[in-house]
């Protein structure tokens, strides 16, 4: 039972998972070492288990935002696996990449990404949503490791990631920052800002990537408040834009290159909203909603869960 | 040359604030700067001849400008977000909530020109709401010197150990209330008078004119005990409950709004001891008319004499 001094002492921050980390270094190393087939089937395997720790932790939690956990997960994995220069077992070093999921409460796949990396033990993601877990419904980086920063409200991640991206160069540290936004919060007005700052500063150590699911909470987006011509706007505003495929991994490989021009990187990765789950893909309705337990195995079933 | 010469009325803190945040920012290269266009009103031009690409100035995007300043803390900088106090406070609330306080990114948001420093400018330009939102959000500090040497001070100790912190950077011109050696300490409220009658809680433009009503109810043969609250969160609640203890009364002095400012973190803690003291919060009510800011202080009663007025009544009560 927690105790009142517990109670007012908060939730500690969770703590590395050594021999996590140790499981992703050698993933690490195997897509490192990989032809671009078989590394595009490796972070495509990865992400697949991904979706499945999805389900089943919004399962446990009876809450969550699947249909966007589900669209942003190959983008996730591939930066883990495949890009970040990062190291879980010490997840605040200096010169690190960083990472800013800014629609932040797609929380579910980050937590999972997170976990599976080793920033803290994947059992912890069972207790998400519980009372008193760290694992809140919107990431807290004062709880878990490997979160830069809050997120929940919409259109924050981008500013901090400028602020980031300006403060590395500003050290001569020779790192690179990611943020991932969804393309509904594109209709924040503070993400325009910040753009036009990261264009003026010329950050070319900062990507931004928009998950275009083209879904919001309530509506297509282009039935709310139209974001297109989205790459068109992102590349009028000083962006170097590169348009891909979301789900294919050597796509987003190829787009989480560094800039090329000097300029901010905008990646517009289409995705479909609910990826990998047919009866989730592209409806609005799944945008928050919890599956049954039936829809549970038929889900992990579809996203080749053993022995199912 | 120092440009901070005394004048009739006395020092606007942001020459202080300038001059130390050079000083600063030459002994410790981790120290940036961040504003929004407003390099004039935020008294950095001589930071950004200095310091060049260490100013970073966003324009006029508040929302932004905050969440910048939380990513270069982030990066491991220290940075210093100024920004009229507003625009700072009001436009970029929840990014001061979210990317500051509730993220613990150690900030320091610098509100220029508080209160109702830009007078006839109006009410979209005062700051009297910020002490009540800014004090709304747990884990940030809140600061209000009351002088050039306290904002000096402030500054030092921010610098040395960052946290999350507003810091009201006054414009109004006011004298001296401390001496040199008086030692700003976090959370810690300074008792600038003694007295067993009254107690005046003041802040930032109010301290010194709330020593001015101690000095005239001493001459009435009333003594008034003056506080200087220039760290507000972390809230000093030991010497405030002692002056609701070892007075008759509380007048709360401060160039804000009262509905959930100083006054009401005040009120509420004294009521929550059940002390009986009548507490009495000066302030403003409503939005300003036009007219300066001696005019407006004027107008909302936060002068001397309208606090020996309200204490006499408070003790007559």
């Known amino acids: ?308 | 040359m120092r440009t901070d010469a005394p004048t009739a009325t006395g020092y606007d803190n942001r020459t202080a604030f300038a001059e130390e945040l050079a000083v600063l920012a030459r002994a410790d290269e981790r120290i940036v700067a961040v504003c929004n266009d407003s390099v004039g009103s935020s008294n950095l031009g001589a930071f950004r001849e200095e310091f060049g690409d260490r100013l970073i100035n966003v324009g006029i995007a508040e929302q932004n400008m905050v969440g910048v300043g939380a990513g270069l803390a982030a990066a491991g900088l220290i940075p210093f977000v100024c920004g009229a106090g507003p625009f700072l406070t009001g436009r970029a609330t929840e990014q001061v909530k979210a990317d500051v306080a509730y993220s613990q990114h150690p900030v320091i948001l610098c509100g220029m020109s508080p209160g109702m420093a830009y007078g006839e400018l109006g009410p979209t330009h005062h700051s009297v709401e910020d002490l009540s939102w800014m004090r709304a959000l747990p884990g940030l500090d809140i600061v209000v010197p009351a002088d050039r040497r306290q904002t000096r001070q402030a500054l030092r100790m921010l610098a040395a150990e960052p946290r999350p912190t507003y810091i009201r950077i006054g414009r109004h011109k006011v004298p001296d209330v401390t001496t040199e050696g008086e030692v700003l300490v976090r959370g810690r409220i300074d008792v600038a008078r003694g007295g067993d009658d009254v107690a005046i809680v003041a802040t930032g433009t109010l301290v010194s004119r709330a020593l001015e009503a101690a000095r005239r109810l001493s001459d009435d043969g009333v003594s008034a005990r003056v506080l200087n609250a220039a760290w507000i969160a972390p809230l000093d609640q030991a010497t405030i409950l002692d002056a609701a203890r070892g007075t008759r009364a509380v007048i709360v002095a401060e160039e804000a709004n009262i509905a959930g400012g100083l006054g009401a973190a005040v009120a509420q803690l004294v009521a929550r001891e059940g002390l009986g003291v009548r507490v009495v919060p000066l302030g403003l009510t409503e939005f300003a008319p036009t007219g300066s800011n001696d005019m407006l202080l004027e107008h909302f009663g936060l002068t001397s004499e309208n606090i020996v007025r309200v204490a006499n009544e408070a003790l007559r009560a």
Not at chain 1, 6 to 22: F, H, I, K, N, W
Not at chain 1, 195 to 211: C, E, F, K, P, Q
Not at chain 1, 237 to 247: K, L, P, Q, S, T
Request: hydrophobic letters at 40%.
């Open chain 1, 1 to 308: 039972m927690l105790t009142q001094s517990d109670a007012r002492a908060g939730v500690s921050m969770l703590s590395t998972d050594l021999e996590q980390v140790a499981l992703w270094r050698q993933q690490r190393a195997a897509v490192a070492a990989a032809d671009e087939r078989e590394r595009a089937r490796l972070i495509h395997d990865a992400a697949q288990g991904v979706r499945r720790s999805v389900v089943r932790t919004i399962d446990a939690a009876r809450a969550g935002h699947i249909g966007g956990d589900l669209s942003v997960t190959d983008i996730l994995t591939t930066l883990y696996l495949g890009v970040l220069e990062i190291d879980p077992a010490d997840p605040t070093r200096r010169d690190r990449d960083r990472f800013i999921l800014s629609k932040g409460h797609c929380a579910a796949a980050l937590y999972s990404v997170l976990a599976h990396s080793g920033y803290f033990p994947t059992s912890e993601l069972a207790t998400f949503m519980a009372p008193m877990s760290a694992l809140n419904g919107h990431p807290n980086r004062t709880k878990v490791p490997g979160v830069e920063t809050n997120t929940g409200p919409l259109g924050h991640g981008l500013p901090v990631a400028v602020g980031e991206a300006l403060g590395l160069r500003l050290q001569g540290l020779d790192r690179r920052v990611y943020v991932v936004t969804g393309d509904g919060e594109m209709q924040e007005g503070s993400n325009w800002e910040a753009i036009m700052s990261a264009a003026h500063y010329r950050l070319g150590n900062l990507t931004l990537v928009v998950d275009r699911n083209r879904l919001q909470q309530g509506a297509r987006t282009e039935d709310t408040n139209a974001l297109d011509p989205l790459a068109e706007r992102l590349a009028a505003f000083g962006c170097e834009v590169r348009e891909i495929d979301g789900h294919d991994v050597t796509q987003l490989l190829g787009a989480f290159a560094p800039s090329t021009t000097g300029r901010p990187v905008a990646v517009v990765a289409n995705t479909i909203k609910g990826k990998g789950v047919s009866f989730m893909e592209d409806r609005v309705e799944w945008h928050h909603k919890v599956p049954t337990a039936e829809q549970v195995t038929a889900a992990l079933a579809e996203l080749g869960e053993q022995g199912s």
